[in-house]
T-cell receptor, first 113, second 116 residues
Framework: DGGITQSPKYLFRKEGQNVTLSCEQNLNHDAMYWYRQDPGQGLRLIYY???????QKGDIAEGYSVSREKKESFPLTVTSAQKNPTAFYLC????????????FGAGTRLSVL | GNSVTQMEGPVTLSEEAFLTINCTYT??????LFWYVQYPGEGLQLLLKATKADDKGSNKGFEATYRKETTSFHLEKGSVQVSDSAVYFC???????????????FGTGTLLAVQP
């Protein structure tokens, strides 16, 4: 079945540590997105990528980094510069220009030890 | 800039009650409008969408009509079930249909709790 796979489901970060969240899709979608979800705040866009080897900052990119070396993969690194990383992180993809339905993964819950 | 405003929750209903979750938006151009649903511990799933004024999106007994004159896209269901308990998000596409980024702007979500 086609879909978006996020891993791990739960992740713990120690002080000063960088952690990487995985997002893989087999939908052959061009565009991919990372969102952060906090209670009562809805979803906020961290980064997005419309095509391989290209990505743009979203509304809350500080303390995060991404790469897009393959069409199927869009990993998110939460760096030590992100002082409040505890949140639920969601990855999404869409077919690209003219196709604005986003499909979501099951999410990764990140907590700080 | 573009924005979405949803009614605050939680909304608590008895089974078979009528549901309305209000959503209004501010946007330039002609965005598409969406309702997504999130079950506990899961990602978001598209519930329904509408791409132009007066369109009605519907799915699983839920409906919403794109009202340009009132800039609204209220979600309704005639008879809710316990299995409908979830968080519901209203969203709009950031730019015209076919826009370059296909970004979505989400409301803050409304928690629905349906009691048997």
């Amino acid at each position: 079945d086609g879909g978006i796979t996020q891993s791990p489901k739960y992740l713990f970060r120690k002080e000063g540590q960088n952690v990487t969240l995985s997002c893989e899709q087999n939908l052959n979608h061009d565009a991919m997105y990372w969102y952060r979800q906090d209670p009562g705040q809805g979803l906020r866009l961290i980064y997005y990528s419309q095509i391989v080897n290209d990505f743009q900052k979203g509304d809350i990119a500080e303390g995060y980094s991404v790469s897009r070396e393959k069409k199927e993969s869009f990993p998110l690194t939460v760096t030590s510069a992100q002082k409040n990383p505890t949140a639920f992180y969601l990855c999404a993809s869409t077919g690209g220009r003219g196709f604005n339905i986003q499909y979501f993964g099951a999410g990764t819950r990140l907590s700080v030890l | 800039g573009n924005s979405v405003t949803q009614m605050e929750g939680p909304v608590t209903l008895s089974e078979e009650a009528f549901l309305t979750i209000n959503c209004t938006y501010t946007a330039t151009g002609y965005p598409s409008l969406f309702w997504y649903v999130q079950y506990p511990g899961e990602g978001l799933q598209l519930l329904l969408k509408a791409t132009k004024a007066d369109d009605k999106g519907s799915n699983k007994g839920f409906e919403a009509t794109y009202r340009k004159e009132t800039t609204s896209f209220h979600l309704e269901k005639g008879s809710v079930q316990v299995s409908d308990s979830a968080v519901y998000f209203c969203a709009l596409s950031d730019g015209d249909y076919g826009g370059a980024t296909n970004k979505l702007i989400f409301g803050t979500g409304t928690l629905l709790a349906v009691q048997p």
